[in-house]
């Protein structure tokens, strides 16, 4: 990104944490059409960072035998810009949450930790060396454009995370889907969102971001094809466009979202 003013509560980079990391940069290259750029981190090794559309905005982790040995599944970890990582673990421990990763310094990265809500959705509060501007208004295919908490407990969850991002929250009712919760940010922008996870999903609740894509249905046909797994088949929103939940090899979830048909 470009140098900019801060800009607070907004998702700008995502890792996938996995058990295999071939598979797992393979499904997602092959499907979104991503390549990699290797930034060699010296005695941690080198770090698989996802290219798309010009920038990068994530990379490939593999799961510490620590975590494997404690049942931690792969997944995807979102991370939300904060003025002050510190003061924000610190306000997540003040309203239940609890520590996963201390604040650590990346050089010349920035900060970051990893908390978790009283009911389990980890996320990363980061606070980068040198701050990006706003970035592209529309994303593009092949980029991150949406963020949704699937909440076993909304009411409490929604105050958590806004407390700790300084988002509001927006009700709107989706008729026969129900309320949707919009995060919102201090200069109104949209940061993310919220949905009541299904009790049959089991499980604690979980941050799901979104790859924006041309056309969800063709997207979801290739998943099975390359060892993944349709959670949730192409289904549209109205006024919003059509999306579907997959897995890849491991079993890692991301969310997929095109134009409605």
Same mark, same amino acid.
């Given at each position: *990104? ?30 979104? #059409? ?15 960072? /996802? ?31 904060? =003025? ?21 310094? /990346? ?7 990893? /908390? ?12 980068? =060396? ?43 009712? *989706?008729?026969? *889907? ?23 999903? #089991? ?48 079993? =890692?979830?991301?969310? /997929? ?5």
């Amino acid at each position: *990104m470009s140098e900019g003013h801060p800009v607070l509560g907004k998702f700008v980079w995502h890792d996938l944490l996995t058990t295999d990391l071939d598979k797992s940069i393979a499904f997602h290259l092959d499907l979104f #059409g991503w390549t990699i750029e290797e930034w060699d981190m010296g005695p941690g090794g080198t770090y698989k960072m /996802i290219h798309a559309a010009g920038e990068n905005h994530g990379g490939f982790a593999a799961l510490s035998p620590e975590q494997t040995a404690q049942g931690v599944p792969p997944h995807w970890m979102s991370h939300c810009t904060v =003025a002050d990582v510190d003061a924000a673990v610190a306000r997540s421990e003040k309203l239940g949450g609890t520590t996963q990763v201390p604040a650590t310094d /990346i050089p010349t990265v920035g900060r970051y930790a990893v /908390i978790a809500d009283p009911q389990g959705a980890t996320i990363s509060l980061y606070k980068p =060396a040198a701050w990006g501007g706003e970035g592209a208004a529309q994303p593009a295919p092949g980029t991150f454009c949406w963020h949704e908490l699937l909440a076993v407990d909304p009411e409490e969850e929604g105050k958590f995370h806004a407390e700790v991002f300084g988002w509001k929250i927006v009700p709107v009712d *989706m008729g026969p *889907m129900g309320t949707y919760r919009l995060f919102k940010r201090d200069d109104d922008k949209d940061a993310g969102g919220m949905l009541q996870k299904p009790a049959e999903s #089991g499980g604690p609740s979980a941050w799901l971001p979104y790859v924006a894509v041309e056309n969800t249905d063709d997207r979801a046909q290739r998943v099975p094809q390359l060892g993944g797994k349709v959670w949730v088949q192409p289904m549209d929103i109205p006024n919003v466009g059509r999306f579907a939940v997959i897995a890849d090899p491991t079993g =890692a979830m991301l969310g /997929i979202l095109g134009p409605s048909t």
